[in-house]
């Protein structure tokens, strides 16, 4: 299994409140994603990496911003959380574009109350 | 602009078959499978690129008909494993760095 870790697991938090999710991988791939999964929707792409510090937006990066200082961590923020960001956020990566599968972290539930 | 599955949900007995489909609307580099059990993070199954080129896994096939942008996984001879809820997902051409997911199928397969 490819070695991705997503912290935290489950996090409840209030509407307002700034909010960090991190993705840490072992395999120094290149590629990094965040994805967001609501019923009916699928996955939805949030915010992608391409290197360190180069990153660029998906089909809903409203409300979130990311960063890449280092080629293993690839973090996502809410800056100020409401109820719509509740959902489960998956990070993923891959070595290459296109013909590469992409390899998925367990998930973060997030809850905004 | 994500791609069109279908059909959304299906109900199978153990041993018979299925098909999902995935339509885009852009020309593509590449069509990926994934499987996803309830609570756990979606699994890769094949990947099928440019050239019409039909994968197999196990007793789970999948063609990529490039010039229609569609792609079908087939299973055959379902098992109550084979439950969950498939994504495709697409690379478009000049369409960036990105996968885009389709809303996913269910399948439940029952005895």
């Known amino acids: 299994d490819a070695g991705i870790t997503q912290s935290p697991r489950h996090k409840v938090t209030e509407t307002g409140t700034p909010v960090t999710l991190r993705c840490h991988q072992t395999?120094?791939?290149?590629?990094m994603y965040w994805y967001r999964q609501d019923p009916g929707h699928g996955l939805r792409l949030i915010h992608y990496?391409?290197?360190?510090?180069?990153?660029d937006k998906g089909e809903v990066s409203d409300g979130y911003s990311v960063s890449r200082s280092k080629t293993e961590d690839f973090l996502l923020t809410l800056e100020s959380a409401t109820s719509s960001q509740t959902s489960v956020y998956f990070c993923a990566i891959t070595r290459s574009l296109y013909n590469s599968p992409l390899h998925f972290g367990n998930g973060t539930r997030l809850t905004v109350t | 602009q994500q791609p069109v599955q279908s059909p959304q949900a299906v109900i199978l007995r153990e041993g018979e078959d299925a098909v999902i489909n995935c339509s885009s609307s852009?020309?593509?580099?590449?069509v990926h499978w994934y499987r996803q059990k309830h609570g756990e993070a979606p699994v890769f199954l094949m990947i099928?690129?440019?050239?019409?080129e039909q994968k197999g896994h196990e007793k789970i096939s999948a063609s990529f008909n490039e010039k229609k942008q569609q792609s079908s996984l087939y299973l055959t001879a379902s098992q109550l494993s084979y439950s969950g809820t498939y994504f495709c997902?697409?690379?478009?051409?000049?369409?960036?760095?990105?996968?885009?997911f389709g809303t996913g199928t269910q399948l439940k397969v029952e005895l």
């Open positions: 395999e120094n791939h290149r590629y």
């Open positions: 997902g697409t690379w478009a051409t000049g369409g960036g760095n990105k996968l885009t």
């Open positions: 852009k020309a593509l580099y590449s």
């Open positions: 099928l690129l440019k050239g019409g």
């Open positions: 990496s391409y290197g360190v510090k180069d990153t």
